[in-house]
């Protein structure tokens, strides 16, 4: 009997303190659908991170940056972000009002940036340019600038993302801005006529596209590499406009009520490493923040190379963001 109660003792202690090892602390981050999902670099990320980290890393997505900042937004301090991924720059000024990030502490230096930074609260991770992808099959001859695009009521049809839950949404409200200036709402309800729906974020927009929803989808510069690479596909192309193209760059926040701050930041360093930003060509299919080693796709060199980086800063997208859209919403409402 004694024996058997020291063997059971035993089994349970063994049992215990296996379990104990097994358990591993939690990273909750925090991005979009289509970063974290099948053909994303979320898994590769995860992989490398966990190999490292001694943690277990959990994505929390939503559909686009624009939801996930909504999302920041109702949850407040009560959100169980420990990092968030995928924000755009166009949202950081916003997303800094919440006063749910911390400076990251982060050396960040020789970044491949088009522009210069200097931000101490959030990490660029990749960025590039949107633009219009049209199949080539379908479209012989794309329009030569937005404005071409805008004003040609035999142009064709587009499938847009809502500028209010949708990172290039928004990018578009302000490259219309760039663009038009005052008479941007003039040129949406020029524009809305061709406009076969407005999507709550990017997956869903491309994929009306791909089903022939539409001529053209709002995208990136780089996005017809991935048909390229991953499909054996040279029919996808993006259109060169004239006037330029607005940038997107998107950033790593820390947030203040992390319950694993050094996880977190260990998260944030782990950044702009080689390891996260080799992942992000192949499969997120935008530029590097920081060139890794291996350098960017081959292919990327055949993407069209915009001339004229547009953009407003975050202080100034928060400042009219609220105009811009309440006028775009009426244009496009009529």
Known sequence: MIRRLSFFLLSLWLATGFAHAQTK????VYTYSSFAGKYGPGKLIKERFEAICGCELVWVTSEDAGSMV?????????????????????????????????????????????????????????????????DANKVANPPKSLKELVENSNGPKVVLQDPRTSAPGLGLLLWMRQVYGDKADQAWA??????????????????????????????????????????????????????????????VGMTRTTKQPELAKKFMGFVLSDAFQSAIPDTNWMY????????????????????KALLFTPEEVQQNRRAFTDGWLNATAR
């Open 70 to 134: 909504g999302r920041l937004r109702l949850e407040g301090e009560s959100t169980k972000a420990d990092v968030v991924v995928g924000l755009d720059m166009n949202l950081a000024a916003e997303a800094k009002s919440f006063g749910l990030f911390v400076p990251h502490k982060t050396e960040v230096r020789d970044l491949s940036l088009p522009i210069q930074w200097s931000d101490d609260t959030f990490i660029p991770f990749n960025w590039g340019y949107y633009a219009f992808v049209y």
């Open 25 to 28: 602390p939690t990273l909750t």
């Open 190 to 251: 020029q524009l809305k006529p061709r406009i076969v729906t407005f999507t709550k974020g990017w997956s869903e927009a491309y994929g009306l596209f791909l089903k022939g929803e539409a001529d053209m989808v709002l995208s990136y510069t780089t996005s017809p590499a991935y048909h390229i690479v991953a499909e054996k596909k040279d029919n996808y192309k993006a259109a060169s406009f004239a006037e330029g193209h607005y940038l997107s760059v998107e950033l």
């Open 288 to 307: 590097p923040a920081k060139n890794p080693p291996s350098g960017t796709p081959a292919i990327f060199k055949d993407m069209i190379q915009p001339t």
